[in-house]
Antibody, heavy 118, light 110 residues
Framework: EVQLEESGGGLVQPGGSLRLSCAAS????????MHWVRQAPGKGPVWVSR????????TYADSVKGRFTISRDNAKRTLYLQMNSLRVEDTSVYYC???????????WGLGTMVIVSS | QSVLTQSPSASGTPGQRITISCSGS????????VNWYQQFPGTAPQLLIY???QRPSGVPDRFSGSKSGTSASLAISGLQSEDEADYYC???????????FGGGTKLTVL
């Protein structure tokens, strides 16, 4: 079964850090472009970051550039998002998603909640 | 403020045909294909339509998509109670150099 499972979310104070992980199974992770997408309560999804299949190319939304770092370990079939200098406005459910051959997010994880609050 | 514009809500009765629209610009919908996602409360979005009008395996043919210029539409025919969900359009934005989403349309089946 094709599956993505995020972990690492939680409650953190403004200015703090968190590292999210996303474990992949059921598909060839090493050939897949992967993304992080977040969704604040009651709002639409917002793209955060992407990484190519071998990790040599990364792109970020302006809102997180310089604070977040996406990475991957193909041997462990795991995607990561290191989040530093967290702000209240970063509070969201964070999803990892595969960008498939149809030029769309065809596999999504269940999401992990990040709450930034003092 | 989402880059793509959707009406916040839509409604219909069982069996009816409804359409949900998505408006963008030349830098996004105008030059790229559009995808649609369906999301139930407390769950992750799921791909419903890709490349403007293609359905992934398992999606009923009651769902169809189209694109014209800088706008796109999702149509649902033979509306069913289980179609009650949030629907989001999405595409690539050449200016922002990343995917963008609409604010979502909450569909209510009366």
């Amino acid at each position: 079964e094709v599956q993505l499972e995020e972990s690492g979310g939680g409650l953190v104070q403004p200015g703090g850090s968190l590292r999210l992980s996303c474990a992949a199974s059921g598909f060839t992770f090493s050939t897949s472009y992967m993304h992080w997408v977040r969704q604040a309560p009651g709002k639409g999804p917002v793209w955060v970051s992407r990484i190519n299949n071998d990790g040599s190319m990364t792109t970020y939304a302006d809102s997180v550039k310089g604070r977040f770092t996406i990475s991957r370990d193909n041997a462990k079939r795991t995607l990561y998002l290191q989040m530093n200098s967290l702000r209240v406005e970063d509070t969201s459910v964070y999803y990892c998603a595969r960008f498939g051959s149809g030029a769309a997010f065809d596999v999504w994880g269940l999401g992990t909640m990040v709450i930034v609050s003092s | 403020q989402s880059v793509l514009t959707q009406s916040p809500s839509a409604s219909g009765t069982p069996g009816q045909r409804i359409t949900i629209s998505c408006s963008g610009s030349f830098s996004n919908i105008g030059g790229n294909t559009v995808n649609w996602y369906q999301q139930f409360p407390g769950t992750a979005p799921q791909l419903l339509i890709y490349r403007n009008s293609q359905r992934p395996s398992g999606v009923p043919d009651r769902f169809s998509g189209s694109k014209s210029g800088t706008s796109a539409s999702l149509a649902i025919s033979g509306l069913q109670s289980e179609d009650e969900a949030d629907y989001y359009c999405s595409t690539w934005d050449d200016s922002l150099k990343g995917p963008v989403f609409g604010g979502g349309t909450k569909l209510t089946v009366l």
